[in-house]
Structures are given as C-alpha cells and as structure tokens.
C-alpha cells in the first residue's frame, strides 16, 4: 500500500486505531486486559475504559508497540515506505519522510525489522529442490593504490601539487580517511566479516542467520530447523562444513573451481538472494555493525519473500499487533 492509499484509507489518527482494532478484535474492539466487550466511548487519547474491569484500554496493549508515543497512523505511514522500499532505505529518509526525528526513525526501522522477523519464525519446513550457502558481510577492500605514473608524469603531478599548495590549498586527507589501501586484503573466509548463512527453495522463500560460527555443527542444526529434511533435496558448494549434510539429507555438492552449474545442480537462487541483500547494504546503508546486521538480514529475507504477494503492509499490521504474551 503507497502513501496515497494510506491517507486516503486512514484520513483521521481515529481511523488508524479502528483499523488496529479491527485487525487484532474483528468487528468488535475488546478489553486489553479482561478480553471484555463493554467499553465506554473514547476518551480523548482514544483510549476505552473497560466496563468490565474498570481499566483504561488501548489496542497497542500487551504487543509489539505498546508504549509508544507516536501517532498510530505515522505506525501505517512507516509501514508502507519500508515495506515499498525493495532494497531497503535510510533511516534518514524515513526521518525526512516521516517528520520526525533522526533518532526516533532509527528506532522504528529497527522495530519493523523485528516485525519482519516473526515471519521467519512461522514459516513452514522448506522442501523440493533447496540451495545453501554463506556469505560476509563487512565490507569490500578498496583496490591497492598501485601508482603507476611514468617518470614525466610522475614530474608534472609533483608540480601541479606544489603550485595548488603555493596558491594556499590543503591538500591533506581528512581525519579518517587517510586515502591509503592496504594491499593483499583477504575476503571473505578467514576475515572479521561476519558470516551469513541462507537456505533457499527454488521459486520459494528464503531463511537467513547471522552465524557467528562457521561450523558443521551449526550449518547441521540450521538444515535441521528450518528444512523438511526427509522431502528435499540440498544443493551446496563445495565448502567442507557442508560435507556432513549428506547423513541427514539428500544433498550434492558443485564445486566452483570447476563449474557454477551442471545440469541444473547450481546455487544460483540464493547468489541471487546475496545480491540483492549486499546491494541493499553497500547501496543504502553503507556500513552495518555486527550488533544488528541479524535485524538487516531478516528485512531483506522478508521482502524477498514476499516480492510475489501485495500483503507486506498488513503483515506488518498483523504483526505490530500480535499479543506479546
């Protein structure tokens, strides 16, 4: 749902908290506490008091967004920007778009990304035909600062620094940006980025986990979580922790050292994953600390699973209005 459907659907704050209402109650708003029906008229701060217990009731009450003080319909506003943003936006744009502050955007995004990821957490045991593989996250290293300049232009580039100085221009780097590469940078496997593990079923949805370590172990309990092992096929590539699948799942490797696909034994559907998520990230947010790069992870899985379905708005609907309890 865009912006103009959601003012044009929701003109007044009373119009948000009806359809919050309707969406956790159906017809009938209830009690937040004593699920009774007998509510008195809205106060002010639409909010009921209970006939029943007695008690002042409000929709948001024992979920995902009880507590805040925002405005329900800019709740709806957030909802349909981030949910339209396929890969991802800042959280200063939705300060700008929003109207409130950077601060308070930032904490939203990431209580939408926590909306997102009960959706992981209800999905049904993948089958078929289904591809793994990792990824990190970190970063790419900047191209060694290989100067290759003939002694001439070497000369001419050493002049024109010196003119541009003499003429009172500072040349020096910025504090924090020294403009100097390290060379022979690894990627990848044996760095401090942070590893990513995805499943994905052929035409279907997408799982992924930060997993801080990279073992047999837990790439083994992954499978066994989120893969309906007895009805799937496992599709990696030639990684070794990936080695011992093959006791619990049909599975084949492809080796990538000597090719990417044979016969439609490939990973292409969860590389194809890896790349909208890293655009996402590089594009968008540029840099994401290993705190809440899990959240990251959950808000581009949610999106992909859902790029054939209309219904992210009122999942998340659905989902900021689930009891917590």
């Known amino acids: 749902m865009n912006v103009v459907e959601i003012s044009n659907r929701f003109p007044t704050e009373v119009d948000a908290v009806a359809h919050f209402e309707r969406v956790r109650w159906g017809k009938r708003p209830k009690c937040a506490y004593c699920k009774g ?5 809205r106060y002010q701060d639409l909010r009921h008091k209970c006939l029943g217990c007695g008690r ?12 805040t003080r925002l405005p329900l319909r800019t709740w709806l506003y957030a909802f349909g920007i981030v949910a339209d943003a396929k890969k991802g936006l800042s959280a200063l744009q939705l300060h700008r778009n929003l109207g409130v502050s950077y601060p308070t955007a930032w904490a939203m995004y990431h209580k939408i990304r926590d909306l997102m990821a009960m959706e992981q957490a209800d999905m049904d045991p993948l089958n078929d035909v289904v591809e793994m593989d990792e990824t990190f996250v970190g970063g790419k290293p900047r191209k060694p600062n290989l ?11 050493n002049q024109r620094v010196k003119d541009a100085k003499a003429d009172g221009f500072d040349l020096r780097p910025l504090r924090g940006n020294p403009a100097r590469v390290a060379t ?7 760095t401090k980025k942070v590893p990513v593990v995805g499943i994905v079923q052929r035409d279907g949805t997408v799982v992924a986990q930060v997993m801080r370590s990279l073992t047999a172990k837990n790439l083994r309990a992954m499978v066994e979580r989120h893969v ?4 799937a096929l496992l599709i990696t590539d030639n990684y070794s922790g990936y080695s011992r699948l093959d006791r619990i799942i049909d599975h084949i490797k492809i080796d990538h050292a ?8 490939n990973t292409n559907t969860i590389e194809s994953f890896w790349a909208l998520m890293k655009r996402g990230i590089v594009g968008q ?12 992870v959950c808000e581009f899985a949610f999106k992909y699973n859902n790029r054939h ?17």
């Not at 002042?56 to 507590?67: A, D, E, I, M």
């Not at 022979?184 to 044996?190: A, D, F, H, I, L």
């Not at 000597?258 to 034994?265: E, I, L």
């Not at 947010?285 to 990251?296: F, G, N």
């Open 258 to 265: 000597r090719a990417y696909s044979y016969k439609g034994v």
């Open 228 to 231: 309906a092992t007895e009805d």
């Open 309 to 325: 379905h209309d219904d992210m708005f009122e999942t998340l609907v659905e989902n900021a209005i689930r009891p917590t309890s």
């Open 37 to 41: 029906t007998k509510l008195g008229a």
């Open 184 to 190: 022979n940078v690894k990627r990848g496997r044996g």
């Open 56 to 67: 002042s009731t409000f929709v948001t009450v024992g979920t995902p967004l009880q507590g």
């Open 147 to 157: 100067v290759r300049m003939t002694a001439g232009q070497r000369v001419a580039m």
């Open 285 to 296: 947010y540029h840099q994401v600390s290993p705190k809440h790069l899990p959240r990251y």
